[in-house]
């Protein structure tokens, strides 16, 4: 997924400023993509070199004379795995505005201090041109400096975050940035996991654990346990259970304490027996992170959390809703002003909950609505989300639904979201410069980076010498014509 940071400068640059600055770009290595094509353009025509920089001034001269606008309205800068825009906003507000910024992808080391530098070496180009030139006095000593673009933030979004209580943000961004609970919460993926932890919690309670470790019903399970025991999801005890009422007595975390109970003088308050005489079994039970993934089914907020994290959203933009102890979960994501809120539960898309996610879109005024729910969907419940986003849209909403019944599923979704939102963005951020490229700025950007993740996907690709098919050419009999 792309992701774009911009700057802007409150300065004005007239036509030959501007070119002088591109000039000045090139010499410090980054090479203006539109100048370059369009004195490539002039070599051609000019059939030589000689004589480029005489046309360049001649159609800038005409196209901002008779054409009334200006001859260079920004340019692009490329890098490996980023891409710099500059563009020139002078008509555009009650002051005229430079808008740098950067256009990288997840995997973009460092991308802020790349922009930092670039705008740094822009602001020192500029404010070289006005001490050189005619300036008014305290002109050059009051050159404005470098603004942050302010992210915005949707009011729904806002709301969202306001009604929680610090304490409460800060405990579930904080549990969901733990790689322990991450990693749980990734196994119980797996329904047979999750329909297992949940026996065994009741067995636990009920005192049967131990059954649960009997050879047939562990070598039955799709899974492993051993493999939940490391992630942090059970873990084994020690029960000791009257002999003769089969009672469970009492349990202990592990054989050490065991020891030290066998040694003393305690007897079994069903019968009156020594506890050394007692039955002794090894039981397995949902630890503490077991039971806090699986109540109100946070462990689908947990999973949803670490999949947008590893796309690159910011932590700041993501906002984890309270549990309301009604097994529903909810988060807020903010991409670049444009909000989608998540609603989970681990069971049945039932009516209500389809209701509840409704009423809280409404709430939060939220564009996407991603609903996430591991059991069966229900009709009445399908019809309503489906009413509600036909009326969004028939109401001239930019409003999108998307239902799923799996994490997997959920995360797929989620990216292709996220990529349309972050696409959208950086046209509207680029788009000025189409004129001046002939092309869809934007779409180039996004078809460099397509082709080159492309690109390295299919070098880690070896293909064999034998999978390529030799061909041979086999001459026709000749005939003689009638």
Known sequence: MLFLESKTLRHLVDGDGRIKLLEELQQKGLTSIIRTARLNSFSDLLLGSERIREMETSIAAWTESENREAYVRGDLFCRSDHVFFLIFDDNKGAAPLIRAGIVYETGTPEPFRKLDSFCRDVRELLLAQSESGESEPGKVENFPQWEHGKPT????????????????????????????????????????????????????QEGYAAKLLSGDLAESHEFSIEKLEDVGLLEREVQISCRKSGHALFRLPNAHALAVVTVS??????????????????????????????????????????????????????????????????????LCGESLLLVTRDGDLTPAFARWAIDLEIETEASHLVVLATGRLHNEAGLLLHNHARRRISGGQDFELILADDVAAAGR???????????????????????SMGLSVSRLIITKFNLLRTGDELDHQHLSPESGQSFSFVRPPLTLAA
């Open 153 to 204: 933030m949707p009011e729904g979004f806002r709301r969202f975050v306001a009604r929680q209580d610090a304490d409460s943000l800060y405990t579930s961004l904080r549990k969901e940035t733990m790689s322990k609970r991450i990693l749980a919460a990734s196994k119980l993926e797996d329904e047979s996991a999750r329909v297992f932890l949940r026996s065994a919690r009741d067995a636990y």
């Open 265 to 334: 003088d305690a007897t079994c308050s069903e019968c009156g027996s020594p506890v050394a005489d007692e039955k002794v079994e090894e039981v397995i039970a949902p630890t503490q992170l077991a039971s806090s993934l699986l109540e109100d089914g946070s462990w689908l907020v947990s999973r949803l959390h670490f999949i947008i994290r590893e796309m690159g959203v910011p932590e700041s933009e993501i906002a984890v809703g309270p549990s309301d102890g009604t097994g529903h979960g909810q988060m807020m994501v903010n």
């Open 413 to 435: 979704e989620l990216q292709y979201a996220l990529e349309r939102v972050s696409q959208r963005v950086i046209g509207e951020q680029v788009g000025d410069l189409d004129s």
